[in-house]
């Protein structure tokens, strides 16, 4: 789940990035539907390349469907993007990155102690 916080923080900061780009539409994902995703995925996601031609590596396409933001009041440019929905979006998933890295380093630390109380 830390990787889908990265990477819906990702999201969000480009959502703010292009905030004033005419015609830019604001995209997050949907946390229950990753974790889905996630839980019924493999360690990695494979990427398939069908032409000997492609290049290996990250792909461009998003592992998690995408949703748009639909606005509350539309901007005449056709930019979706409201700052205030998406900093609190971003404090939100900010705080759940941190308590999740909370969790994992506190697992860690309770098998360092386990290892170190056995010697």
Same mark, same amino acid.
């Given at each position: 789940? @830390?990787?889908?916080?990265?990477?819906? &923080?990702? @999201?969000?900061?480009?959502?703010?990035?292009?905030?004033? /780009? *005419?015609?830019?539409?604001?995209?997050?994902? %949907?946390?229950?539907?990753?974790?889905?995703?996630? &839980?019924?995925?493999?360690? +990695? @996601? *494979? =990427?398939?390349?069908?032409?000997? !031609?492609? @290049? +290996?590596?990250?792909?461009? /396409?998003? *592992? #998690?469907?995408?949703?748009? $933001?639909?606005?509350? &009041?539309?901007?005449? %440019?056709?930019? /979706?993007?409201?700052? %205030?929905?998406?900093?609190?979006?971003?404090?939100?998933?900010?705080?759940? $990155?941190? #308590?999740?890295? %909370?969790?994992?380093? !506190?697992? #860690?630390? $309770? #098998?360092?102690?386990? =290892? &170190?109380?056995?010697?």
């Amino acid at each position: 789940m @830390l990787g889908v916080r990265v990477y819906r &923080q990702q @999201l969000l900061a480009s959502n703010i990035a292009n905030a004033d /780009t *005419p015609g830019y539409k604001a995209v997050d994902i %949907d946390i229950e539907e990753a974790a889905k995703i996630v &839980q019924g995925a493999s360690s +990695s @996601l *494979p =990427l398939t390349s069908t032409v000997t !031609g492609h @290049l +290996s590596g990250t792909g461009q /396409t998003s *592992p #998690f469907p995408l949703k748009y $933001h639909v606005p509350y &009041q539309a901007a005449t %440019d056709g930019n /979706t993007v409201e700052m %205030d929905v998406e900093r609190q979006k971003m404090a939100e998933n900010s705080l759940m $990155h941190q #308590f999740s890295l %909370d969790r994992v380093s !506190g697992h #860690f630390k $309770h #098998f360092m102690e386990l =290892l &170190q109380n056995l010697k």
